[in-house]
């Protein structure tokens, strides 16, 4: 079976500073994992996704997120937050490996962005 | 841009009505999804199709039911609403079943409430 943990339901930074919003997964196999935003009011956004390959994924809107096998996270960082940042972010993964069927994608529940002018 | 739309974005039925949400996309992808969100619960799978007429069920998919009859098209059916249905259900499509590293793309929502 696979997991996404995210600890924080909410997360508070100043305008300007760096954030971290952190998730860890549980797979059998590799992973492949995703990041999602959804802004007050509207559906989920494709952030950016790890495959393979660099650890370091960078994606929309100036967001990275760097892949840690060993310590099993994914954690989406953007070096200066904007106000415009705040809103709930979802990480997710499926299982790399496929046994037949449909793999789904598990998501975790969110963690709220709050960016504090 | 991938385009996913949902015809409501607020509805309000009663308990025991038939509710119908209809989902339509623009990219000629073979998947598609419908989930729920709940306030720490996140996102739960009810049902996907990955292709015409096929339908899969996903983590929740008591008391749904799903249509599909054109590829751009993916309708979720509420058979008898009930209070416990109230929720944001949004709908996600991506490209194909092979391809697992494909992103998703969802439509705005529909908030449901069930009275």
């Known amino acids: 079976a696979q997991s996404v943990a995210q600890p924080e339901d909410q997360v508070n930074v100043a305008e300007g500073n760096p954030l971290t919003v952190k998730c860890t997964y549980s797979?059998?196999?590799?992973?492949?994992l995703f990041w999602y935003v959804q802004y007050p009011n509207r559906g989920l956004q494709f952030l950016l996704k790890?495959?393979?390959?660099?650890?370091l994924v960078k994606g929309s809107y100036g967001f990275e997120a760097e892949f840690n096998k060993s310590q099993t996270s994914f954690h989406l960082k953007k070096p200066s937050a904007l106000v415009s940042d705040s809103a709930l972010y979802f990480c997710?993964?499926?299982?790399?490996?496929?046994?037949?069927?449909?793999?789904?994608?598990?998501f975790g529940t969110g963690t709220k962005l709050q960016v504090i002018p | 841009d991938v385009k996913v739309t949902q015809s409501s974005r607020y509805l309000v039925k009663r308990t025991g009505e038939k509710v119908f949400l209809e989902c339509v996309q623009d990219?000629?992808?073979?998947?598609m999804f419908w989930y729920r969100q709940d306030p720490g619960l996140g996102l739960r799978l009810i049902y996907f199709?990955?292709?015409?007429?096929?339908?899969e069920k996903g983590d929740i998919p008591e008391g749904y039911s799903v249509s599909r009859e054109k590829k751009e098209r993916f309708s979720l059916i509420l058979e008898s609403a009930s209070t416990n249905q109230t929720s944001m259900y949004l709908c996600?499509?991506?490209?194909?079943?092979?391809?697992?590293?494909?992103?998703?793309?969802f439509g705005p929502g529909t908030r449901l409430t069930v009275t």
């Open positions: 996600a499509s991506s490209l194909f079943l092979g391809r697992f590293g494909d992103e998703q793309y």
């Open positions: 797979v059998s196999g590799n992973p492949y």
């Open positions: 790890y495959i393979t390959g660099d650890n």
């Open positions: 997710a993964v499926r299982d790399m490996r496929h046994s037949g069927g449909y793999q789904k994608v598990t």
């Open positions: 990219m000629d992808h073979e998947n």
């Open positions: 199709s990955y292709d015409v007429k096929m339908k």
